[in-house]
C-alpha cells in the first residue's frame, strides 16, 4: 500500500548543468513535486511482469470467504516457502530492508519483510499472514503517511518483481519496477506510457491512485492506459482483473488507491509511440505570482491537451513564481503558446529555457536525484479557477514550502467521473503542498501544511489527490473519491470481506 507519489519529490537536470538535488531543481525549473505519489511523487501498491522463474499459478475467479483472525505467522516455516527472502529484527539487512523513501518513518518497526520474488511468494505470504498481522505491499516506498511500513506489521516488498517487457503495443510491467526503469525499457521499444517523473516512484502505487504525469494532459493518466492486472487477494487468490475479468476489482484498481484490494503483482498497459518532446522553464520576478497564477489558470485551460504545464509557489517573503513542462511538438509551436502566457500575465520571465528532447531525454529532464527525503506534504485540487491573490498568500512567510499546482484537463477529462476509481475528471489542475521536514519540526510544518490545505479549501480549492495521501486531510475519504466512495467500499467488501488489508485510510476505514 505504497502511495506512490506521481510527479513529487523529483530533481532534475536542466541543459548544460549537473545534476541537481530535488528543492535546487523545484527553484530552479518550476516543475511538478508530486504522488502518492503520488501521486499524483504521491500513493502506491506494486505491479510489474513478475520477474520469476517459477511458474505462475492460474488466475481464480470469484471473492474470497471471510477469514478468521488467527495469531502471527509461523516465520521459520513461512520462509521455508518463499523463493525470495524474510528478514526479521536483528539479523542483517533487517534495517535497510525496513526503510521507506521518507526518513521521518524510519522509526517505524515491522515485524517482518518479506522480499518477494514471485507472485507465489506473495500467496504464501498472504496466505500464512492474513489476519494474524497487518499486511502491507510496497513497491518504492515513498507512501506520503508510511503506511508501506506498518509498526509491528508485515512488509511485503515487492521491488523484486521488476521486470519491464514490451510486447508490440503492450507492456507488461511488475508491480516492484520504478520509474526510471520502465521508461528506460519503454524508450527502447519506441514506446511511452504517460507516468510520473520521480525515478524511484514504483508504478504499482503510482497507478493505483491514478498516475498524473508531464504527459496526462495529451494522453490521459496512467491508470487510463491498465488493461488487466494480476492481483492477490485477501485470501492468497491470484486474480486477473480486466474489463472482462473481475470487472469491479478492476475498475477499483484504477484510481482507488494503492493497498485497498489485494497485493498487485503484474499489470499490462496498452503504450503510445514514443513521441518527441519540448521542454520548458519560466522564472518570473519577484511580487509577479499572483498575476502569473491567475494568467496560468486561464491559459491551461485553454491550451491545447499537447501542452502540459504546472506552476510552483515557492513560499517565502516575497513568493516566488516559476513555470515550467513540456509540449507534445516543436519549439516554435511551443514560444507562440507561451508568449500568450506571459503577455496575459503581465510580467516578463528573468530566465527562459526551451529545449527539444526525445521522449527519454525528457523523462529524465524531469528526474533528479533518487535520495532519500525527509518532508510532510498534502493536496487540493482545483476545479474552477480560485483566487490567485488568496493562494500566494498562503505562500507568504512559508519559507521552504512550495505549492506545486499541476495541470489537468485535455484527456483526463474525458471518461466519466464514474468511469474509473479516480473521481477528479474535470479538474482544471491538482496542488501538491510539500515541506521539508525533521523529527524535530515534524509536528510544527505538519500543522503549518495542515492550515495551507484548509486554507486552499477556503479560497475554493477542496477535494485532495490519494497518491499525494495525506492522515490529517479532514474528510479525507470524501476528498479523494468524491461519489465513488460508496463503490470502493463495495468492492473491498467483496474481495476483502474480513479488511485483511487495512491500514489508517484504506476505504474501509
Known amino acids: 500500500m505504497d502511495s506512490e507519489h506521481d510527479l513529487g519529490q523529483p530533481a532534475g537536470r536542466l541543459p548544460g548543468h549537473a545534476p541537481l538535488d530535488r528543492r535546487a531543481f523545484l527553484r530552479i525549473a518550476g516543475v511538478s513535486a508530486a504522488g502518492a505519489v503520488a501521486a499524483a511523487c504521491g500513493p502506491g501498491d506494486p505491479s510489474t511482469p513478475v520477474a520469476s522463474t517459477a511458474p505462475t499459478a492460474p488466475a481464480t475467479s470469484g471473492p474470497p470467504a471471510s477469514r478468521p483472525v488467527t495469531g502471527p505467522p509461523n516465520w521459520d516455516e513461512l520462509r521455508t516457502k518463499l523463493s525470495g527472502g524474510l528478514l526479521r529484527p536483528g539479523v542483517d539487512g533487517y534495517d535497510t530492508a525496513r526503510r521507506a523513501f521518507n526518513p521521518l ?66 507492456a507488461l510491467i511488475g508491480a516492484g519496477a520504478k520509474l526510471k526503469d520502465v521508461y528506460a525499457g519503454l524508450a527502447r521499444a519506441g514506446r511511452a506510457l504517460p507516468a510520473g517523473s520521480c525515478p524511484t516512484v514504483g508504478i504499482a502505487g503510482l497507478t493505483l491512485g491514478g498516475g498524473i504525469g508531464v504527459l496526462s494532459r495529451k494522453y490521459g493518466l496512467t491508470c487510463d492506459h491498465l488493461s488487466s492486472a494480476q492481483v492477490v487477494t485477501a485470501d492468497g487468490k491470484l486474480l486477473t482483473a480486466s474489463a472482462s475479468s473481475e470487472p469491479d ?198 500543522q503549518s501544511v495542515g492550515e495551507v490545505a484548509a486554507g486552499l479549501a477556503a479560497a475554493g480549492a477542496g477535494g485532495g489527490y490519494v497518491n499525494y495521501i495525506d492522515p490529517a486531510l479532514p474528510d479525507w475519504k470524501a476528498a479523494y473519491y468524491g461519489d465513488n466512495a460508496k463503490r470502493l467500499q463495495d468492492v473491498a467488501k467483496k474481495y476483502d470481506p474480513a479488511n485483511v488489508f487495512r491500514f489508517g485510510q484504506s476505504v474501509l476505514s
Open 105 to 170: 518513518f524510519d522509526t517505524n518497526n515491522p515485524v517482518a519483510v518479506v522480499k518477494a520474488s514471485s507472485a507465489q511468494d506473495v500467496q504464501v505470504t498472504v496466505q500464512a499472514a492474513a489476519g494474524g498481522v497487518t499486511l502491507a505491499a510496497r513497491s518504492g516506498g515513498h507512501s506520503y503517511a508510511g503506511y508501506s511500513v506498518p509498526e509491528s506489521g508485515l512488509v511485503v516488498d515487492v521491488s523484486g518483481l521488476n521486470r519491464v517487457d514490451v510486447q508490440g503495443t503492450t
Open 249 to 446: 476489482l478492476f475498475w477499483a484498481l484504477r484510481g482507488g488507491g494503492g493497498g485497498n484490494f489485494g497485493i498487485v503483482t503484474e499489470f499490462t498497459f496498452e503504450t503510445d509511440p514514443a513521441p518527441d518532446l519540448t521542454v520548458f522553464s519560466l522564472h518570473f520576478p519577484a511580487g509577479s505570482a499572483a498575476g502569473v497564477l491567475g494568467a496560468w489558470q486561464q491559459w491551461i485551460a485553454a491550451m491545447p491537451p499537447e501542452l502540459w504545464a504546472n506552476l510552483v509557489l515557492s513560499g517565502g517573503s516575497p513568493v516566488q513564481c516559476r513555470v515550467g513542462g513540456c509540449y507534445v511538438g516543436g519549439v516554435a509551436g511551443l514560444n507562440t503558446l507561451l508568449n500568450n502566457l506571459t503577455t496575459n500575465a503581465g510580467a516578463r520571465p528573468t530566465q527562459r529555457t526551451v529545449k527539444s528532447l526525445d521522449f527519454l531525454g525528457a523523462m529524465k529532464f524531469f528526474e533528479g536525484s533518487s535520495a532519500r527525503q525527509s518532508f510532510v506534504a498534502s493536496s487540493r485540487i482545483i476545479t474552477t479557477p480560485v483566487d490567485a491573490a488568496k493562494v500566494v498568500a498562503l505562500a507568504e512567510g512559508q519559507p521552504g514550502m512550495d505549492l506545486l499546482i499541476d495541470g489537468l484537463g485535455g484527456k483526463v477529462a474525458e471518461p466519466a467521473k464514474d468511469a474509473t476509481a479516480f473521481w477528479h475528471r474535470d479538474a482544471l489542475a491538482s496542488v501538491q503542498i510539500y515541506a521539508p521536514a525533521t523529527a524535530k519540526n515534524r509536528a510544527k510544518v505538519t
